[in-house]
């Protein structure tokens, strides 16, 4: 017994390592698919994300999250501040699958990726100092509230018909999505994104560098997901990692179709999120999915994510790294897909997994239109013009990332 339980243990904290890495990947995508001149600033928030995540969870978001029977509500619970070791916390009588601490550390990793989701959508315009007390909110308190309706026994996870969500299409995806989408409406555009002859695309400076954080982040969601098992569970362990992979080379496949039906050629950025919306839409329901329902949910995450790219355009949401249709149009499909594909599909469970997309979507729009909207009025969320034309590495950071090269951009 006791050997199974460090197997479980272990495995938890190997999966907590991937999931740790993906902050690598998500650093990566974000600096490839924007300009030079912002490359350090890009770097920064993503560093300055995971310390933001790892403190105020360990400070108030994980007893937000699982406040235990004692404390928990049908929408709010909360066990007090910092971390408070509970008795045989190393032992299997904390849980059969891992120890307190473990159990901590892999619940922070998935907790700062709302914050760096937001990142990317506000790249390039958005001031340091205002996305920094952002993150350290919508880290701290609103994730871990919405965490607590479905994992930490809330109202989503008492419906008649359970709502359903493995590890984190809503959750955690478009948590960050509808933060994201917030964030990005209120700053406007970039200069010269939109004009009166029509939308102008603003290239990333190093499509390699973004190709290295989808491979990073596709290596990570391993972990992610398989992680989210709680256990080493042979069978279900590899299970997901055949859902998970599949899912997201059917997004690819997915997003080359329809992006070369609308485009007439081959789109190496649109394959990559198309990627990511695979691995995004299998996240909710992964143990639940056989490989053919994996294959189309990641078939119809990829396609949707190129519509999605193209809609924002339209209603000249500027997304310089198409956070928001990978990630909330992604984990909205991936979460309704649990209703319609897999073990659990039936229409009780599509309707429980829609009450859980509005819930979750009514309190972050709220909860982050009311952060960056009183944040614009004082104290302003955006650099100036003069700024945001010279870039915001030296303006923000006095210092560039490529010194030795000149650039244009």
Known sequence: ?????????????IATSMVFLMHLGFASLEAGLTRSKNTINILFKNTIIPAIGLLTYAF???????????????????????LTLPEGWDTSNYNEGYTFFTDF?????????????????????????????????????????VGMWKWGGGFLHTLETPFYDFAGSTIVHSVGGWGAL?????LGPRIGKYTSRGMTAIPGHSIPLAT?????????????????????????????????????????????????????????????????????????????MGVNSS??????????????????????????????????????????????FGDLASVSQFFSQLIGVAAVGVFCVIFAGMLFFVMKKTVGIRVDEAEETEGLDINEHRMRAYPDFATKD
Not at 232 to 242: H, I, M, R
Request: proline letters at 2%; charged letters at 5%.
């Open 1 to 13: 017994m006791q050997d199974l339980f460090t197997v479980n243990n272990l495995w938890m904290m």
């Open 60 to 82: 108030v978001g994980f007893n937000l999250m699982y406040p235990g029977a004692e404390y928990a509500g049908s929408i709010f619970g909360f066990a007090g501040f910092g």
């Open 105 to 145: 550390i892999f619940q922070a990793m998935f907790a700062a990726t709302a914050a760096t989701i937001v990142s990317g959508a506000v790249a390039e315009r958005v001031k340091l100092g205002p996305f920094i007390f952002f993150s350290i909110l919508y880290v701290g308190i609103c994730y871990p509230i």
């Open 295 to 340: 294959i189309i949910i990641g078939l119809i995450g990829g396609g949707l994510i190129v519509l999605a790219v193209v809609f924002f355009d339209k209603i000249k949401v500027d997304d310089p790294v198409g956070a928001i249709s990978v990630h909330l149009v992604g984990g909205i499909w991936g979460t309704l897909a649990v209703g319609i």
């Open 182 to 186: 917030i964030g990005a409406a209120l």
């Open 212 to 288: 290295l954080g989808v491979f990073l982040l596709w290596f990570g969601w391993f972990g992610f997901n398989g992680g989210s098992v709680l256990s080493a569970d042979p069978g279900l362990v590899s299970k997901v990692f055949v859902t998970t992979s599949m899912a997201a080379a059917a997004g690819a496949i997915g997003a080359l179709i329809v992006s070369y039906a609308m485009f007439k050629t081959y789109d190496i950025t649109m394959v990559l999120n198309g990627i990511l919306a695979g691995l995004v839409g299998i996240t909710a329901g992964a143990d639940q």
